[in-house]
């Protein structure tokens, strides 16, 4: 959620701001409904000085055996009014929340205006693979490897599923071991959530309400509204872990990372270069996450983006970096990098990780602060994340990789010692 302090100071520059990832924004009704709502606070407040004021004098009056009609009636008056001007502020309170709960996040400064067209390739590692052999594709791979069984996950969840086995089941397991490993000894602390979160999660990850439907609910008791929700992502989940707190300074950065599936609804047609794993309902992830002073929160993200580099790197995949444009962000994100996998068979590369920093938009929405040593004040936080990374799109990758012409697939040497097997032959 943005300050409206920010906009009340600046607007134009908030505006422009903003434009970059929206196409129309106006503040007119936001502020006129802001001066309001000063108007009533000041009139209340004046009010309820008076009516302590008289409320004093009233007893004295009747002591001293003298008429207190008239202060009686104003009290009266004055009450009724402090009741009305509540109502009127309610409402009006109301109207502001809704319009700064539906703006996004403010871009950086760097941050390109537009969207994909505008995205910008920061970083390229190793090379394409090249094939002296006609090479197959990961649907091909994994079925005739035993790896996947596509029919029979649309059988048990429908389109969007599938279901890994045998050796595709251990391959999948090495991966998010390689990647619980590596945050552990990088000194993030790991943590299992709930995989149901009430709605406030939603909210304060930046997600509701705009984004509401994009999840899948579980009905409340009474069946007339959802109340629960399964986690798109672990960040919606870790951004709430501080969530109402007041952190110290000294506690600071605090990481994490989580593993959960991921739960998805993925509205919209497929492509049919997009069968298989590459998008789907239900996938694995570890999510890396941090809190972060303001002034620290630009190191976080370096950090970040070159942890889940190097996790694609060890697995021997050529991937490249990629600054996004304003419109291409996420709506609660100042700035994001995706690393984006070659996927040989489609002839393109695929987003395996978005590593982003929310700034305080998404503490204001928790009220996640942490107190300042040097003044004593509590300030919002600046919150961060990157997938770290998602298993979907580097199984297909890692198979189309390192297949060979014999029909097998060569084990990435950083998960053998957790599959215990070097290559998987048909």
Not at 66 to 88: G, H, Q, Y
Not at 244 to 265: G, H, S
Not at 343 to 369: H, L, T, V, W
Request: aromatic share 8%.
């Amino acid at each position: 959620m943005l300050d409206i302090n920010l906009i009340r100071k600046d607007p134009e520059r908030i505006k422009t701001a903003l434009l970059k990832k929206v196409e129309n924004i106006d503040f007119t009704n936001l502020l006129d409904w802001d001066r309001k709502k000063r108007e009533i606070i000041h009139e209340v407040e004046t009010l309820k000085a008076r009516r302590n004021e008289v409320s004093a004098l009233i007893p004295k009056l009747k002591k001293e055996g003298l008429d207190a009609l008239k202060e009686l009636t104003e009290m009266k008056n004055v009450s009724d009014r402090i009741k009305n001007l509540d109502a009127e502020l309610s409402v009006i309170s109301d109207k502001i929340q809704a319009y700064l709960d539906a703006l996004p996040n403010i871009p950086a400064d760097d941050v390109l205006p537009g969207g994909k067209e505008n995205n910008k390739v920061v970083r390229e590692c190793g090379k394409k693979p090249e094939f002296s052999f006609t090479p197959k594709d990961h649907v091909q791979l994994a079925t005739s490897l035993g790896l996947i069984d596509y029919d029979r996950g649309v059988k048990m969840g429908g389109n969007g599923f599938w279901l890994y086995k045998g050796k595709g089941a251990i391959l999948e397991w090495a991966l998010l071991n390689y990647f619980i490993e590596t945050h552990l000894a990088d000194g993030y602390e790991f943590v299992l959530p709930p995989h149901l979160l009430i709605n406030q999660c939603g909210y304060t990850a930046g997600q509701f309400p705009k984004f509401v439907d994009d999840v899948f609910h579980i009905e409340g008791d009474n069946k007339s509204e959802s109340t629960h929700f399964l986690l798109p992502t672990a960040e919606t989940a870790l951004i709430n872990f501080h969530r109402d707190e007041i952190l110290k300074e000294e506690e600071l950065p605090k990481k994490y990372f989580a593993y959960t599936p991921c739960y998805r609804k993925e509205a919209g047609s497929y492509r049919a270069s997009e069968r298989g794993m590459i998008r789907g309902h239900q996938f694995n992830k570890i999510e890396m996450f941090q809190f972060t002073t303001p002034e620290n929160s630009d190191n976080a993200l370096d950090e970040l983006i070159g942890k889940a580099e190097k996790l694609v790197e060890g697995l021997g995949i050529h991937f490249r970096t990629s600054k996004l444009a304003a419109q291409d962000c996420s709506a609660s994100m100042a700035k994001t990098f995706d690393i984006e996998l070659w996927i040989p068979s489609m002839n393109e590369y695929k987003e395996a990780s978005s590593c982003s920093n929310a700034i305080d938009f998404q503490a204001r929405r928790g009220n996640i602060r942490f107190k300042r040593n040097s003044t004593g004040k509590n300030e919002f936080i600046h919150s961060l994340n990157a997938s770290g990374l998602a298993t979907s799109r580097l199984f297909p990758a890692i198979l189309e990789t390192h297949q060979q012409s014999d029909g097998s697939v060569v084990v990435p040497a950083v998960l053998r010692k957790f599959t215990n097997f070097d290559i998987i032959k048909p």
